[in-house]
């Protein structure tokens, strides 16, 4: 049975899935992490593959950008391909001093601006946004045993890429504080796109899930890697989501 997006049949997918955005990133995985892999999408250019990370059967998912692309993809991989475990392996900005270019960071929780939380509860509650224990604390034990320094936090999930929170002309928050002021006063460490729509179809579908990132750049010290570098590098994190999601 495949989906408009996804030309998998059933039992193609396995039941831990690593997601990246960017489907380069997915075929860079799979080559260099994978043995016996095999393509399973190309709908769209979104890759999909299967293959063993230490003898287990892992799938990396591309997913695009965004939470409305990213949803699509983590629907699906839950409800028609059987996915219990999905880590999310992505990029980030930096936004807290203490967070340096390259460090790896997981997602102990997610807040957001996007109103699918609103949507899911008809703003009865703000529900919050938060990552499996389980794969969270194997997550920080696997980057101890691989002597990754590891930061876990909260992240913020934003619908805009570009957004003027910063801006001298900007938003503003009680005391006189850019958003992003405020936001880094409250202990946020980074800005991505997806995360709170993983934890919050995964906590819907009672699913593990997992956020795990590489500061790629920094808002506040206007820092930068090459799309290169994005698209090859970043190995510290994909060693640890492999590590946690097939850990017992």
Do not use: W
Not at 26 to 52: C, H, M, S
Not at 73 to 100: F, P, S, W
Not at 192 to 201: I, N
């Amino acid at each position: 049975m495949s989906t408009p997006h996804n030309s998998a049949e059933i039992g193609e997918i396995a039941e831990r899935v690593l997601l990246p955005g960017d489907p380069v990133r997915a075929k860079v995985i799979a080559k260099n992490f994978l043995d016996d892999v095999k393509q399973y999408n190309e709908i769209r250019n979104i890759y999909g593959f299967t293959g063993k990370y230490k003898n287990v059967p892992v799938s990396i998912q591309a997913t695009g950008m965004g939470i409305p692309s990213f949803s699509i993809y983590v629907h699906e991989l839950i409800h028609v391909y059987g996915a219990k475990k999905l880590i999310r392996i992505g990029t980030c900005g930096g936004m807290h001093q203490d967070l340096n270019l390259r460090e790896v960071l997981i997602a102990q929780g997610a807040s957001t601006d996007s109103s699918i939380v609103e949507r899911e509860f008809g703003g009865a509650i703000n529900f919050s946004l938060l990552a499996n224990f389980e794969l969270l604390s194997k997550a920080v034990d696997n980057a101890k045993k691989l002597n990754v320094p590891v930061k876990v936090g909260n992240v913020i999930c934003t619908d805009r890429f570009y957004n003027d929170y910063g801006a001298e002309n900007g938003t503003y928050s009680s005391g006189g504080l850019t958003l992003n002021e405020k936001m880094i006063q409250h202990g946020i460490l980074a800005v991505e796109m997806e995360s709170a729509a993983l934890y919050l179809l995964a906590a819907a579908a009672n699913v593990q899930a997992l956020a795990i990132f590489t500061v790629s750049d920094h808002v506040v010290k206007k820092e930068y890697t090459t799309p290169e570098e994005r698209e090859t590098d970043f190995n510290d994190m994909v060693k640890i989501a492999l590590e946690t999601v097939i850990d017992k």
